[in-house]
């Protein structure tokens, strides 16, 4: 079933933003102690940007429709390729730049470009550490699209569940080869009731 980005998670500023709002600041400041209509008109110029940048990577994170196709079977420590499929269900602006990782460890999805009302299949790449039952209840989708000033994310609902199989553990050459000797060396203490104690050679 398909799910939608439901809330915004977080607004963080990127290094690139912090500098851009320093230099508005500066800007500004000189505008104000000079009054040179210049400077007012780039400090305006700079003022829209940010506004503009705000409210462009809100717009690119909506509209998002995320499916999963079945998981393959998996063991605890490997990595896991889950089929996404990822629509973009905008009539008006495609989405750029989209970054989309789960709450395990894995490899983040990055997807480039996504055209209106065009639909991408991909792949997600998770890990589990733990067996068991595994439910992912959301991913995050964030984005710096268009100027890279702020990292916008949101969470988006899924329904994902994942059985994860035991940790597969390599057999060293020294215990392969002791399993097979087992029961060949002999014992001192008597066995239990009418059990032999050893076999001699006659």
Known sequence: M??????????????????????????????ANTGNNALYLVASMLLALLAASGLVSRRNLRHLDITFGAPPEVHA?????????????????????????????????????????????????LQFERRGL???????????????????????AVKLEVLVFPKITPVTESRYFDRGRVGDELTKKAGWSHELRSLRLF
């Open 77 to 125: 420590g490997q990595q896991l390729s889950v089929p996404v499929t990822i629509a973009n269900e905008d009539r008006i602006f495609p989405k750029r730049y989209v970054l989309i990782s789960g709450i395990e460890a894995g490899e983040p999805l990055l997807v480039a470009h996504i055209g209106r009302r065009k639909i991408r299949e991909e792949r997600l790449f």
């Open 2 to 31: 398909a799910q939608r980005a439901i809330r915004v998670e977080r607004i963080r500023i990127t290094k690139a933003g912090i500098w851009f709002v320093v230099i508005t600041l500066i800007v500004g400041a000189a505008a």
């Open 134 to 156: 595994h439910r992912v209840p959301f991913l995050r989708i964030s984005s710096i699209f268009p100027l890279g000033l702020f990292d916008k994310a949101m969470r988006c």
